[in-house]
């Protein structure tokens, strides 16, 4: 049975909900605590290993880490491998990168030698082929996991208006996809595709940290936390970890119409 499938009201998985004033403040929380879930998994198994994801709440969450001393020493920059939940299908140069993204808010920031190359897996979304791009990163994720389902230490995602998380849109073949680890999805209302890990990957993780901000995002939250099961409609609401623990990390814009 695919991790996807296990049922999500399992013993071993778990919700946190944390509500916080303002998207800064909700940035710095989740880099307090992803330092902290990094160091935790070093001293388990001498490797650390998180997905990171695009948006405004992770690319602060980023920029803190290069830029706050205190913040920056906290994480084992050596024994920590960076991968990448979703990508659009564009160079690693292009303004829509997410690549692009974390590099200038974060990897291009830190000193020289911090980290090394070798521990930075971004997904070639230049390939032509974005189910080529797909594939390539697949066989990534095999090689570093040498053949078992890809666990990771952490998965940071967030969550659009439409309860998209990562790359997987409703209505999109990515939502029932449990025979790849990573799938090429085309997205309607982009126009265009987008390379993201599947369901499986995402919930076989240890910790999965949602971080939505923004009154945008308000009316759909209430749906995927407090609404009846509609992951076709709200894909997010799917993506649960049956390893540990699931958070959401909201500030209270996003959180406004949530029951207290």
Not at 24 to 48: D, F, I, N, P, Y
Not at 52 to 76: M, N
Not at 129 to 143: D, G, R
Not at 245 to 251: A, H, I, Q, R
Request: contains cysteine; charged residues 20%; proline residues 7%.
């Amino acid at each position: 049975m695919l991790p996807h499938e296990l049922d999500s009201a399992s013993p071993s998985s778990r919700r946190v909900i944390s509500r916080h004033a303002d998207p800064a403040q909700l940035a710095r929380a989740a880099a307090e605590l992803t330092s902290q879930l990094l160091r935790e998994a070093v001293g388990k198994h001498g490797v650390a290993r998180i997905a990171l994801a695009g948006g405004s709440t992770p690319k602060a969450l980023y920029r803190l880490f290069a830029d706050d001393d205190g913040l920056r020493a906290s994480v084992p920059w050596k024994e920590t491998h960076f991968f990448f939940g979703d990508e659009r299908h564009v160079p690693p140069d292009h303004a829509d990168s997410n690549f692009k993204m974390a590099s200038e808010a974060l990897f291009n920031r830190i000193p020289a030698g911090l980290l090394p190359p070798e521990n930075l897996h971004r997904i070639e979304s230049e390939n032509p082929s974005a189910y080529l791009a797909a594939a390539a990163y697949a066989e990534k994720l095999n090689a570093h996991f040498q053949g078992a389902l890809p666990e990771f230490d952490v998965i940071l995602l967030g969550m659009g208006p439409d309860g998209h998380t990562a790359s997987i849109f409703p209505g999109t073949t990515a939502l029932r996809e449990n025979a790849q680890t990573v799938c090429a999805v085309w997205v309607d209302k982009f126009s265009t595709y987008r390379v993201t890990m599947t369901p499986p990957v995402l919930c076989n993780a240890r910790r999965i940290l949602f971080l939505v901000a923004g009154a945008d995002k308000t009316k759909t939250l209430k749906s995927v936390l407090e609404g009846g099961p509609e992951t076709d409609r709200y894909p997010s609401q799917g993506i649960v970890s049956h390893r540990g623990e699931t958070s959401w990390m909201l500030d209270e814009a996003a959180a406004a119409e949530l029951v207290k």
